[in-house]
């Protein structure tokens, strides 16, 4: 076996490692979207949403309706 293959099979081998150590760290950052509770609207007691009232309840006698979002502002599936 001559040295220029030796080194050849050393670079592929060295340059697969490399490969598989980058797309290893580069994929960890895909799966960091936290899903997170958003206020989406509030009812009062007879279930009906008040007139002229934001997302996030102010006030007494209501009640804060929830729902689970990715950073995209979507509900994902299983979820909620």
């Known amino acids: 076996m001559s040295s220029r293959l030796t080194a050849r099979r050393l670079g592929a081998a060295l340059g697969a490692v490399a490969a598989a150590f ?9 799966a960091d979207a936290k899903i997170q509770p958003v206020d989406t609207q509030c009812t009062n007691n007879g279930g009906h949403q008040p007139g002229g009232q934001q997302p996030s309840c102010t006030g007494g006698g209501l009640t804060q309706e929830s729902e689970n979002q990715n950073p995209a502002g979507h509900a994902p599936p299983g979820h909620n």
Not at 22 to 30: N, P, T
């Open 22 to 30: 980058a797309l290893g760290i580069g994929g960890a950052g895909v």
